[in-house]
């Protein structure tokens, strides 16, 4: 499916070489100011270009087709394009028959028996900046209640952040979460890209002043919800809640969130119990894997089932979780304003302040 949400919907379509990519988003309430400037500003932030990332230029320029009126929702769809313009799709001639590893490539042929080779067609990640301006959208909604959500770069390879400085990370080329990872993270980027290869990241996700009660219970739990819009990132391999993988080797005593004058001690369920917010702050770590495509020769086989050798040309992320933590802040925005939307019928004292 092409389609994200319940009722704060995000419709993408296009491809990595074809025309233009872009979105429909369907449930945005009418009276919502649109702010195109930061909605481009969020879209920079993603885009190409630099030493850390794909080389590949492109303005990322988003296109509001309909929707807008004035600067405000009309209540009616959201449609945008952002126009594909630095394509170089010869790049991509050579591994026309063949499957690259690591990549979508294999299993979108064995699934449609058709594939858009160039750049990987619609299995790449070009598709995400549609995500991240359909994000920027709900952030407009979202603030207007004070809810924020924030990323930033924990780990590269081996390395990891100690220090937790969204604004620092802000700020970092590469979206490190502290200063030592900034530097050691930036050489092994560029050591790994020099080498032909490439590396893989995690991604800190925060949302911040989230009300308590978010989460469809029971099969659109949030952490649920959550865990699925960041694993539906390409390349994304892991996802964590809260104290996450290591809760399940602690002691209940260690693990609980305590709860004392009034609030929580600790909060090692990441904000989420039973599906549903806390109140807390909601605590989310995403895995990236390596890039798959990387510059060494590396065995595959062609269209016909024959063993043969991928070498390929084109330009590609040496680490793509970098430029992914824009994508996580993204996909974490669509989720908290659909619950946003979607809790606001949930009991019937709400209903009555809108309907008595
Ligand atoms: C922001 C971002 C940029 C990416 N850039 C590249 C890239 O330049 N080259 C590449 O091979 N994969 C890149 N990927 C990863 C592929 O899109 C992804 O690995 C591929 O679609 C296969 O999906 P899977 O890894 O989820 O199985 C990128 C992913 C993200 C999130």
Redesign the pocket.
């Known amino acids: 499916m092409n389609t994200f949400g319940s009722k704060f919907r995000l419709t993408t379509f296009g491809e990595s070489h074809g025309v233009a990519i872009g979105g429909i988003l369907d449930g945005v309430p009418a009276g919502l100011r649109i702010d195109a400037e930061f909605l481009q500003s969020e879209l920079d932030k993603?885009k190409p270009g630099g030493k850390y990332a794909?080389s590949r230029k492109e303005a990322d320029a988003v296109q509001i087709l309909s929707g807008v009126f004035d600067g405000l929702s009309t209540g009616t769809p959201i449609g945008f394009a952002i126009f594909n313009a630095n394509q170089h799709s010869k790049d991509y001639d050579n591994i026309k028959n063949l499957f690259?590893p690591?990549?979508?490539d294999f299993t979108y042929f064995a699934k449609f028996g058709i594939r858009d080779h160039r750049g990987?067609g619609r299995?790449?990640?070009r598709e995400?900046a549609v995500r991240v301006a359909g994000g920027a959208i709900a952030a407009m909604l979202l603030g207007e209640f004070g809810v924020s959500v924030r990323s930033g770069v924990f780990g590269i390879g081996d390395l990891e952040a100690r220090g937790l400085d969204f604004d620092f990370a802000d700020e970092s080329e590469i979206f490190a979460l502290d200063k030592e990872l900034d530097t050691a993270g930036k050489n092994l980027i560029l050591q790994t890209k020099e080498n032909g290869d490439s590396i893989g990241a995690s991604v800190l996700t925060v949302i911040n002043n989230a009300p308590a009660g978010l989460g469809e219970v029971l099969y659109d739990k949030l952490d649920a919800r959550l865990a699925e819009a960041m694993m539906g990132?390409?390349?994304?391999k892991g996802v964590e809640i809260g104290a996450g993988f290591k809760a399940s080797k602690m002691l209940g005593s260690q693990n609980n969130d305590l709860m004392r004058d009034g609030k929580f001690s600790s909060n090692n369920c990441g904000g989420i119990l039973g599906g549903i917010s806390n109140g807390e702050q909601i605590v989310i770590k995403t895995y990236?894997?390596p890039?798959?495509?990387i510059f060494k020769d590396q065995e595959t086989l062609n269209l016909s089932g024959e063993n043969t050798i991928c070498a390929l040309r084109g330009?590609?992320?040496p680490c793509?979780g970098v430029?992914?933590s824009v994508?996580a802040t993204a996909m974490a925005r669509l989720v908290i304003a659909d619950m946003l939307l979607l809790n606001a019928s949930s009991k019937l004292e709400n209903l009555k302040k809108i309907y008595s």
């Open positions: 993603r794909t690259r690591g990549h979508a990987g299995s790449s990640a995400t990132i390409n390349g994304v990236f894997k890039t798959p495509s330009r590609h992320d793509i430029r992914g994508v």
